[in-house]
C-alpha cells in the first residue's frame, strides 16, 4: 500500500495498484528521479548482483508519467524475453508496449483526447519512442506551465528566451524543426516544436 500511495503522487490513482505490482513481480528497483533534460525515464538490465532498474522523472504531469513508466516497463519485458537480442525499439518492444498499455485503456485511466493519440501511437508506432511528437504534444497539452510556452505556439520573428537565460529570435521551419538566431552571439540553432521557451519581445 506505501508503494501504492507514493506512486499516486505522480500518476493517475486507478494506475497505480496496477504499477505497484509491476514493481513487485519483476523484483524491480524503480525510482523517481529529478528532472532530466535529456530523457523522460530510464531502464538499466540486470546485471551482476544489481536487478532491474527503472528511473522516471518526478517532474512530469500524472499522463506522461505513466505513459514513461509503461515504455520503461516494455522495455524490461523485452529484456527478459529477448536479452540484447533485438533492437531497444523494435517490433518486440512495440509489441510489448502494446500490450502492457491495455489495462489502463481499459480502465479509461486517460482523458478522451489523449486516449486517442495512445492508440494511435499503438496502431501506426513509427516513431522510435512513446516520446514520438504527436503522442508527446498531446502529453504536454496537461502540464502546468507558467509564464511558458511551446515554441510551435509563438508567431514567426518572435524573441523568446530558454532556461539558460539566452534570447533566440524565431524563424522557419525546416522539416521538423524551427530554425531560430541565437541574438546573444548570432549562431543558429534548430528547436524543436515543443521547446518550452519564456516569450521576451514580439519582433518586427
Known sequence: MEKEKILS??????????IAKWIDYFQCEFKISKGRATKLGDYRHPFKEAGHKISVNNNLNAYAFLVTTVHEFAHLLTWNDYKNKVKPHGNEWKHNFKRMMVPFLEQSIFPEDLKKAIVSYLNNP?????TDLKLSRALKRYDVLA???RLEELPLHAVFRIKDGRQFKKGE?????????CLDNGNVYLFNPLAEV???ATGT
Open 173 to 181: 521551419k525546416l522539416r521538423k524543426r524551427y530554425r531560430c538566431v
Open 9 to 18: 503522487q505522480y500518476m493517475p490513482v486507478a494506475a497505480a495498484p496496477i
Open 198 to 200: 519564456t516569450l521576451a
Open 126 to 130: 513509427s516513431a522510435a519512442s512513446c
Open 147 to 149: 509564464d511558458v510556452s
